[in-house]
């Protein structure tokens, strides 16, 4: 008896660090997200805060100035830009090196780079890439014979173009992400598999097609998921590049929120976006997921 | 003999469509370097931005190496632009936020993955709700709790957070290496009159020293680049991250072009020497991240 109050309190104590930080900053901050989106929170004092009910989430939806279906959309969009721009070139990449190929392993390094600098520098870089006088975008366009294909206002300051200008960045250094994930799945199919096929008269792409790409498919779920949720919760280079501007032109749901928190003052609302923006990401989650189960195939790892 | 033909003829077709078609080997060369070069040409840019004058930069010489390597630029983007300052900050933030959350997760881990009890899966289970979770879920809440305390603008209000988002990616690579270690290690120890304590400490700590560079690596690389949270929590100029304090800068310095190129290089120079030295340590935790979580 004694033994077991000492095994439980000394498990409770190396939990403890854990359980306080995970708590503390998440799992209890998202509760009280939850919480502060029925008020209308307007300081950080919350001794008096009115109670509003579903205002927030009707203010949300309907009012023009927020623009919440416009911030919603255009991440919307970048996500399937993502998915049926970057995901395939991101995968195209992943078999291609996946073949064996020499300096196999320096072409993933160099792919693989982007991923890791932080997206600050990568916004500056690429604000001076599209600047208007010297950028280099403008320079390697006019050294093709293009010239006067910069859009009025800038690349990022005109209306049409800058949702474009900002995905290009994104797509940009993310593709040496899922093209490593993809990677790592196209070397765990057996050679032997590959092999087979090949007896059997098959061509390299049709391997590629009908025994690899089925074989990574949990993978393939996985890089889906990350690239919708990833353009769901987008913030650092939207925000570096345009702020969500032109007229909102790039704005998302997280620039709203920073919007919300930093120029309106308005701590209730900003939470409503929070609460609406982990929604989004769990709903889309479980909707992928569910669309590659319906097509499930044979042989499938468990994946947890 | 009619086998032997066969035979042959099997080896010699498996030679035939075994090895990938030449034509079709160049092809996926130039593919593979058409993207490398889309990959390094930005990064090769900022480099020799850094080191140009702005008469350079402005129209002599836009792509080509610097003509003059002007390294003070990168005096000036030290002297002028508080970046020594940002730099440390930095460093106190990310390395504060790794020992915290390895801490925490080692012991978590061990307490999940090596004493016996009911309960211990769900624990894990909720430790995993972490890697899916968006940070922006939190920081209204954390924003308000922090200016009523008076905690905003302090080192705290950074190295905490970051410590409990770096926890289930610490807890998920921690398990991965712990659930190696052969578990007669623990019934030697127990014999041996160690108790739990004893155990973590002396036997299992010292084993995870792989697992602990991995999970550095990790989050150093989250904490490094956040902006945020630290955009949000910090307005005071010195305390400020180097991924604020480069908005910052770039704020002041539109049209020096040099100074913030050099500020540029220096924020991403520990990341890319971290990557030189430890790029395959870094893929596969980024790949386990992905993969289990």
Sequence with gaps: MRDKIYKNVTIFFFLLPALLLFVGVLIYPIFMSAYYSFFDLRSVSTTNMPFYGIKNYIELFTSGSISFWKALGNSLLLAILSVFLQLPLSLGLALMLGKGIKGERAFLSIYFMPVLISTVVIGQLWRKIYNPDYGILNAVLSLMGIEGAMPLGGWLGNVKSALWCVFIPTLWQYVGYHMLLMYAGVRSVSPELREAAKLDGATDAQVDWYVVIPCIKNILRVSVIFAVTGSLKSFDLIYVLTEGGPLHATEVPSTLMINMLFLRNRYGMGSTIAVLMILLCFAFALLISAAFKEREYYGRKKHT | ?293
């Excluded at chain 2, 120079?269 to 395959?280: H, N």
């Design chain 2, 1 to 293: 003999m009619a086998e032997k033909n066969t035979l042959n003829a099997y080896s010699l077709d498996q030679y035939q469509v075994g090895k990938t078609n030449k034509v079709v080997k160049t092809l996926i060369y130039i593919g593979l370097v058409i993207w490398a070069m889309i990959d390094l040409f930005p990064i090769y840019w900022m480099f020799t931005f850094s080191l140009k004058s702005n008469e350079e930069v402005y129209g002599m010489n836009v792509m080509g190496l610097p003509r003059d390597w002007l390294w003070s630029n990168y005096q000036r983007a030290m002297t002028t632009g508080n970046m020594p300052r940002y730099f440390l900050n930095s460093i106190i933030v990310t390395v504060a936020a790794i020992l915290i959350s390895l801490i925490a997760a080692l012991m978590a881990t061990y307490a999940i993955t090596r004493i016996i009890w009911k309960g211990s899966q769900l624990t894990y289970s909720f430790f995993m709700l972490g890697i899916t979770i968006p940070i922006h879920a939190s920081i209204v809440p954390i924003f308000i709790t922090l200016s009523k305390a008076h905690m905003l603008n302090s080192y705290w209000s950074l190295i905490v957070p970051y410590s409990a988002f770096s926890l289930s990616m610490a807890i998920l690579i921690c398990t991965g290496f712990m659930n190696d270690i052969p578990k007669d290690l623990d019934e030697a120890a127990k014999i041996d009159g160690c108790g739990l304590w004893q155990t973590f400490g002396m036997i299992i700590v010292p084993l995870m020293k792989p697992a602990l560079a991995t999970i550095s690596i990790y989050t150093f690389l989250q904490c490094w680049n956040e902006l945020m949270f630290a955009n949000v929590f910090i307005s005071k100029n010195a305390l400020k991250t180097l991924p604020v304090g480069i908005q910052a800068l770039s704020g002041q310095h539109t049209t020096d072009w040099g100074p913030i190129g050099a500020a540029l290089v220096i924020a991403t120079f520990p990341t890319l020497l971290t990557y030189i030295f430890m790029s395959k340590n870094i893929q596969e935790s980024f790949i386990a991240g992905a993969v289990k979580g």
